[in-house]
């Protein structure tokens, strides 16, 4: 007797076992094929991730108008802007080089401007003009930080070149004498290497510190491109250290480089009136009339998105300053370089007269 009732008691625990083993294993078959389903799969992230927050994939940019009609208009009207930009600066580029008259180091700092300019209209344009093609407003996380990060790097560049050009432009008109012993071929390449460097090294600084961040569900950037301010816009982490970074580069790569053209410039001015000729002071003062007026509109139209931003809510007119700055004076600067330089419509005049004289050659030679 007391053998069967061990007997049955082995039985039923058994039975209990795989009772419970089954149960086991239908309930994580059922979450399974719950995880498998894209919406549940994201609300088992969403409440993993503590206080609503989660590691973004992908960014929205709303951009421009969603009507039709009106992107068609700018779709046309940026991609014409960018082949302007990109032409009128590769022009500039390819003169320089062809002509040994223009191998002095204004021209050189110019060059590289220009090679700046088309990279950094390149990093935020075409992207903006797949996206009005196609409709489709997506853009990925690492992509987007990568946008962000050659934003800046081009966007310095511009910034620190333009203050070695005031400098170029403050020695050439403050120590005519010495200026072949300053701004010798070494120095003028360390000046631009370590524009590049210090771009590059700022740039890193505030796209690394995006990586630690958190984001919320909601995923849309009311503009066209990857604005900083805007990602940081949509964090749920502490974005302490990430203003503060953005802070100490605005300093470093901002503020000093502005301080130095500005002083460059007072000691121009200061030497031009010292000049007694009314001919020898307009001879000075056009040497650095252009670059005088890209750096009004490139400091201009960065100060404008600034306090179009910090002042406003709305997003169209922020937009429209993101458009000035970031589009419109890349495509001006090789009109200002070019209608008001000789030298460099010469170097223009001759390098278009070689490639028409190539193309003609070329066709007899295929007829």
């Known amino acids: 007797m007391h053998h069967t009732l061990s007997s049955w008691a082995i039985k039923e625990m058994t039975a209990l076992e795989l009772g419970l083993h089954f149960q086991m ?8 094929e719950a995880f498998q389903i894209p919406q549940l799969r994201q609300n088992y992230i969403t409440h993993m991730e503590s206080g609503n927050q989660t590691h973004a994939s992908q960014f929205l940019l709303l951009g421009f108008s969603a009507k039709s009609e009106i992107q068609c208009l700018l779709f046309g009207l940026f991609l014409c802007i960018y082949l302007v930009a990109f032409t009128g600066n590769l022009l500039i580029i390819l003169a320089i080089c062809s002509d040994s008259q223009l191998h002095i180091p204004m021209y050189f700092f110019l060059s590289n401007l220009s090679f700046a300019d088309i990279c950094f209209t390149s990093t935020t344009v075409p992207k903006m003009l797949l996206n009005i093609q196609t409709q489709r407003k997506v853009i990925t996380y690492a992509g987007c930080l990568s946008q962000t990060f050659f934003f800046f790097v081009f966007g310095c560049v511009d910034n620190l070149l333009l203050t070695v050009m005031a400098y170029d432009r403050f020695v050439a008109i403050c120590h005519p004498l010495h200026y072949s012993v300053i701004m010798n071929p070494q120095f003028c390449g360390m000046l631009v290497l370590g524009s590049w460097c210090i771009s590059v090294i700022g740039s890193l600084l505030e796209t690394l510190t995006l990586l630690k961040l958190s984001f919320c569900t909601n995923m849309e950037i009311p503009h066209f491109f990857c604005n900083l301010p805007e990602v940081l816009k949509l964090t749920c982490s502490d974005t302490f250290i990430n203003n503060l970074v953005v802070y100490f580069v605005t300093i470093v790569l901002g503020i000093f480089p502005l301080s130095g053209i500005l002083f460059s410039y007072s000691q121009i001015f200061s030497s031009i009136l010292r000049i007694s000729s009314a001919r020898g002071k307009y001879k000075a003062f056009s040497t650095c009339g252009s670059h005088l007026l890209v750096v009004s509109l490139f400091y201009g139209t960065g ?14 007119k922020s937009l429209v300053a993101s458009v000035m700055y970031t589009i419109v004076t890349p495509m001006l600067n090789p009109f200002i370089y070019t209608l008001r330089n000789k030298d460099v419509k010469g170097a223009l005049s001759r390098l278009l007269g070689r490639v028409v004289t190539l193309s003609v050659r070329t066709i007899i030679g295929l007829s």
């Open 303 to 316: 100060l404008g998105e600034y306090l179009s931003s910090a002042a406003t809510s709305s997003s169209r």
């Open 25 to 32: 294993v239908v309930a994580a078959k059922g979450r399974m």
